[in-house]
């Protein structure tokens, strides 16, 4: 074991001098304990847990980060890199040394999309990881990491409004011109480009929350990895079963919220507005719409190599959530906990 790690972490780093420096005098000097032979017996032998974790906190002198629900994780004397090892809990049938022999198998094979593995047990009891910059631990975090690293997510929420708009000032000049549409003078466009607006930002008094907040975004982002990976739809099925669903949303609530005339105490003009409003603004935009944003989003390289990854790799969609996704140095998303369950 001794050598092992030693002769690992030499091949990581080249000399014996850098490696104290790297990952902490007191931590290379106490490898010749054989503590890390066997995952710590949180569930078979608390005493021992406790003994194996003092020894590594204070032989080893390292401190404790964070618990998963299978691993534990210390910060080595290098502020760069983790020291991820695996207790005896159980996930189902996976144990944590396969979990963590699945990241030493995944890790540098995707460097974009995953801290950097420096060295491992074999038998996988530990692994060396590269620090994440930052662990996203909220829906805010994550979709600002969402849209830092893939294009196709940035700027949604304006490109879903500027299309409702473009169908509706065409819807409306249809409607301009039909006999059968009443008080057409009592439409306001101005008030009707302001109420969209106000939809879309949250402002407007029958709007809880902005109509493509920040969880809708998370919401596409794992849908379509689940759609892909666990009902096998294609990536571009996927893209546009998650998108007609949350534009299809976005325009039943403005004709609901909105533009609906049958909101208490509306005066006759504003009543005309509102119906007028509402015919401009329908479902029949909602088709062409999708379409633009699934080419939108198929172009976009980065998530379709990250989506087709995920699949390919087998790893389980659901547990990419907050916790076990970070950013790197670049403030791209990266994923600190990859499982097959
Ligand atoms: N590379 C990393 N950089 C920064 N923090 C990390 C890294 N890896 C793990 N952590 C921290 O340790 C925690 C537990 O790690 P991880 O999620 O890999 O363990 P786990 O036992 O598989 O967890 P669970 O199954 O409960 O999600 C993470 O939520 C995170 O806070
Ligand atoms: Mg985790």
Request: glycine share 4%; with cysteine; hydrophobic share 40%.
């Amino acid at each position: 074991m001794r050598n092992q790690i030693r002769k690992l972490i030499l091949e990581a780093i080249g000399d014996s001098r850098g490696e104290k420096q790297f990952f902490g005098e007191d931590f290379i000097k106490k490898l010749n304990d054989n503590v890390f032979l066997e995952p710590l017996p949180v569930v078979s032998n608390l005493s021992e847990y406790y003994t194996r974790l003092n020894y590594i906190l204070n032989d080893l002198n390292l401190n404790l980060i964070a618990q998963g629900h299978f691993r534990h994780v210390f910060e080595t004397g290098n502020p760069d890199i983790l020291l991820k090892v695996a207790t005896d809990q159980m996930a189902g049938s996976l144990t944590a040394v396969d979990a963590n022999l699945q990241e030493v198998n995944r890790f540098n094979r995707y460097p974009r999309f995953f801290p950097k593995s420096y060295a491992y047990d074999e038998d996988g009891v530990w692994i060396l990881v590269e620090k994440a910059k930052t662990v996203i631990k909220n829906d805010d975090d994550f979709k600002s990491a969402i849209e830092s690293s893939f294009e196709c997510f940035r700027n949604l929420d304006a490109i879903v409004k500027m299309m409702i708009e473009y169908y509706a000032n065409y819807a409306l000049g249809i409607l301009a011109n039909d006999p059968n549409i009443q008080n057409f003078d009592k439409f306001d466009h101005k008030k009707f480009l302001q109420e969209i607006k106000s939809a879309f930002d949250g402002t407007h008094p029958r709007f809880s929350r902005p109509t493509i907040d920040k969880s809708v975004i998370v919401w596409i982002f794992k849908g379509v990895l689940s759609e892909n990976a666990i009902d096998k739809r294609s990536v571009k099925h996927s893209i546009e079963y998650k998108l007609r669903i949350v534009v299809g949303n976005v325009i039943s609530e403005l004709r609901r919220f909105a533009f609906d005339p049958d909101e208490g105490n509306l005066s006759y003009a504003e009543e005309a507005h509102k119906r007028i409003s509402r015919a401009a603004v329908d479902s029949r935009m909602i088709n062409p719409i999708v379409e633009w944003l699934v080419l939108h989003f198929l172009r976009d390289r980065v998530f379709i190599s990250f989506v087709n990854m995920i699949k390919d790799e087998n790893i389980t969609p659901w547990d990419i959530r907050t916790t076990n996704v970070g950013t790197n140095s670049n403030g791209e998303l990266i994923v600190i906990d990859a499982s097959t369950f």
